[in-house]
């Protein structure tokens, strides 16, 4: 087994008692607005149509000050393996769980915004050790992006979704991973693509949750069902994306109120595990809300909203539209996703497609959505990865 470097560091996470009585001082103090005015009888989408509901907001608020346990969270990420490491003259934090299996295959799993590494706490210990032995195994590697979590906040602008992807190629091969897969959907998904497209000496192959195509594709040829796709991502971007319309071009702007009210932070976070959500009502019927609250804690106590919304301002449509990648690629495309690619189109980026998967159910937070199915899912498609190897 490879052993880490003497630049790899342990890390513990552990707020201070200070810090967590002011997020609870700062909770009972917030001041609200009215209730929108829009407020339909019955449960259903309509009732987020301006946004988080009063009512749901001041429910989670109540809880995340008088019943929410930050610190069975961070003993969480503790168990699982957290350390440091220097890549590019940034501090990178990662969480580190080796299988038991000497079959392993290592793996870096990559979240996105408004995501952490709190999105895979309830998938590692089975990806990485299986109850079933005959299901494959992982050694599972899942960094916190640059200016997320534990991470460093760069303090120059530079840091975006390629130099991401080298420091990730750079961070498997110092823990001893030479040659690894890589999975990632939202943000985590396009560094996973430029992974994939860049560097085929090391990477595997991928999965990814949020395959994007070339630009100025035609919808000819398309199907019914997919031609719905393009125009249902065509409409998300025009009418449902002013939250990265804002972060890429006035981060700082965002951020004021991000870093200094924890009520406002968790609104911006909550509206979009609200709608991006295999829900019909509320985020919390699928996740539940120590989950929600792990992710924006995390935020909060690091103070890395502002930090955090910068990847737009490096990254908004700055995939490069001429990176192909060769390597063999499995894609899901879950139903209630924000982004759902045709088929035809995908097959322009990535050209060696060995599975291709279209669930009935999930959105864009699959890991905390459909967690076993989601664990289901990577293990097929990486098996195919594989199989196409040989």
């Excluded at 001041?31 to 019955?42: D, G, K, S």
């Excluded at 709608?275 to 996740?287: G, M, N, Q, R, Y």
Aim: charged fraction near 25%; proline fraction near 7%.
């Amino acid at each position: 087994m490879p052993r880490p470097t003497n630049d790899v560091h342990t890390f513990r996470a552990h707020a201070t008692d200070a810090d967590l009585d002011d997020l609870r001082a700062r909770l009972a103090a917030a001041r609200l607005p009215e209730a929108e005015t829009v407020r339909p009888a019955a449960p259903g989408p309509g009732r987020w149509a301006q946004g988080v509901p009063l009512a749901d907001l001041v429910d989670v608020v109540e809880y995340w000050r008088t019943g929410y346990d930050w610190r069975a969270f961070e003993a969480r990420l503790d168990r699982i393996g957290q350390f440091r490491t220097t890549v590019d003259g940034l501090g990178i934090h990662f969480l580190h769980r080796r299988s038991a299996r000497a079959d392993a295959t290592p793996l870096i799993l990559t979240h996105g915004w408004p995501g952490s590494v709190a999105e895979f706490v309830d998938v590692v210990d089975e990806l990485a050790d299986p109850q079933d032995t005959a299901a494959p195994a992982f050694h599972v590697v899942a960094p916190s992006l640059p200016g997320f979590g534990y991470s460093d906040r760069p303090t120059t602008t530079g840091w975006g979704i390629e130099r991401i992807a080298a420091a990730w190629a750079e961070l498997m091969g110092r823990l001893g991973y030479d040659r690894f897969l890589a999975q990632g959907g939202d943000w985590g998904g396009v560094i996973t693509t430029i992974l994939g497209g860049r560097y085929p000496e090391h990477v595997l192959g991928i999965h990814t949750t949020t395959a994007q195509a070339p630009p100025g594709l035609t919808t000819d040829g398309l199907t019914a069902a997919e031609r719905a796709w393009a125009e249902g991502t065509r409409d998300f971007w025009r009418h449902h994306a002013a939250y990265a319309k804002q972060q890429a071009t006035r981060p700082q702007t965002t951020g004021y109120g991000l870093v200094d009210s924890p009520v406002g932070l968790l609104a911006w976070i909550l509206d979009k595990f609200a709608a991006w959500s295999d829900t019909e009502d509320s985020p919390f019927e699928l996740i539940s809300r120590d989950r929600v609250l792990d992710d924006v804690t995390l935020y909060w106590l690091t103070r890395t909203g502002a930090s955090a919304a910068r990847i737009y301002h490096e990254s908004h449509n700055a995939l490069d539209p001429d990176l192909r990648v060769d390597v063999p690629s499995a894609i899901t495309v879950y139903p209630r996703d924000i982004e759902l690619c045709p088929r035809p189109w995908a097959e322009e980026r990535f050209r060696q497609i060995v599975r291709w998967r279209e669930p009935d159910v999930g959105g864009h937070f699959p890991s905390l959505e459909v967690p076993d199915f989601f664990v289901g899912d990577l293990r097929e498609g990486f098996a195919a990865v594989l199989a196409a190897r040989r």
